[in-house]
């Protein structure tokens, strides 16, 4: 589990791809620190478990599915990633929840600057877009935002100084893809309703007047 607070800017520094995987070697310091093989990282948002290490890198499998979901096979010699490490539990949540397990790809269709902010907006599938509400929360590349403005195919997020200079996102060009993961909030709401209404369909002593009497409506 991770905060959405990127701890530092890691490189590229190997890749060997396989048929339908890859393995990754990334240049890191601050992230390094205390981390043991079998540990997660979050890089650009995926959690990935180190496998490899060294004084300054880390080597990690990125398998099939990861590829088809998220941006790492984009990646070339030289890319920058933004790394975090799993949390512990005697820290700060100064992000939200983040699993680093990626829902898919948007793109980036517009950047503008508005005094010291950058706004950035975000083309989005219908099936992520649906989970995205104004002023809740999103991670991009990894990256803990709170959502500005959601529209019919986009959403947009203003992105501080601090961030710009502590993460990747700024140095991204129109068209460029970022992985998505939802606030996973909605996903269990979602699922939760979904299941309390296939009961009251298969149920017949369970009905709508039952669930609001109970506080479920």
């Known amino acids: 589990m991770f905060t959405g607070i990127i701890e530092e800017v890691g490189t590229i520094k190997g890749i060997k791809k396989g048929e339908k995987s890859s393995k990754l070697t990334i240049v890191a310091h601050k992230v390094l620190q205390e981390t043991m093989l079998g540990d997660s990282i979050a890089t650009n948002g995926v959690c990935l478990t180190v496998t490899k290490l060294g004084q300054d890198w880390f080597e990690a499998d990125v398998m099939a599915e990861t590829l088809r979901r998220s941006n790492l096979n ?31 790809l948007g793109q980036i269709v517009s950047k503008r600057k508005e005094d010291n902010a950058t706004w950035i907006t975000v083309k989005a599938p219908y099936h992520l877009l649906k989970y995205v509400v104004e002023k809740g929360s999103i991670a991009i590349d990894g990256i803990s935002l709170t959502v500005a ?69």
């Open 149 to 217: 403005t959601v529209e019919e195919t986009c959403f947009s997020v203003s992105i501080i100084p601090h961030t710009g200079q502590e993460t990747t996102l700024l140095n991204k060009k129109l068209g460029d893809s970022v992985n998505l993961e939802v606030d996973m909030i909605g996903k269990y709401v979602e699922k939760f309703l979904n299941f309390q209404s296939k009961t009251i369909s298969n149920t017949s002593t369970i009905s709508e007047e039952f669930l609001k009497n109970h506080g479920f409506l």
């Open 74 to 104: 984009d990646l070339v010699l030289g890319s920058s990633v933004n790394l975090e490490r799993a949390i512990q539990l005697k820290s700060r949540l100064g992000g939200h929840l983040v699993s680093g397990h990626i829902d898919g």
